[in-house]
């Protein structure tokens, strides 16, 4: 809900940043009806965005970043499920972190149950 995003401005970054036009678009890893995760590139620079969303089910989905630019690093803008993230009993515990990552490399998520991810990699000079 528009409310919701009002309380949280910090969340509400991630959904201003996101393009609309995609030069590339990536199924990484899912299964139907349980859960997905999907990696674009935006087409008017080098940047990628990774979203990942679960059923009811918790779990913890490994993505291998081998869709990202060889040579290049990216600074990772992560939001994802806070430790104590349901859908239901915690719906707003929300950790937003940075790391610095690589093609090649992975990152852990944990999506909680009705949860999930979403990651902006913003590329640097080479």
């Known amino acids: ?14 959904i201003v940043d996101v393009p609309t036009d ?3 678009t990536r199924a990484l890893a899912g299964e139907i009806g349980d ?7 935006d087409r008017a620079s080098e940047d990628w965005y990774l979203g990942a969303v ?3 089910q918790a779990r913890d989905v490994t993505v291998r970043l081998d869709f990202l630019d060889a040579g290049r690093t ?17 719906p707003f515990d929300i950790v937003i972190e940075e790391r610095v ?8 998520l944990r999506l909680a149950p009705g ?11 080479r």
């Open 1 to 14: 809900l528009p409310e919701n995003y009002a309380k949280f401005p910090d969340a509400f970054r991630f």
């Open 22 to 24: 995609w030069a590339d």
């Open 35 to 41: 859960y997905a995760v999907i990696a674009r590139k």
């Open 54 to 56: 679960g059923d009811e």
């Open 74 to 90: 990216y600074r990772a803008q992560l939001y994802r499920d806070g430790p104590k993230a349901d859908w239901n009993a915690a």
């Open 101 to 108: 990552v690589r093609q090649g490399e992975a990152l852990r």
């Open 115 to 125: 949860g999930g991810a979403a990651i902006r990699f913003v590329a640097t000079e």
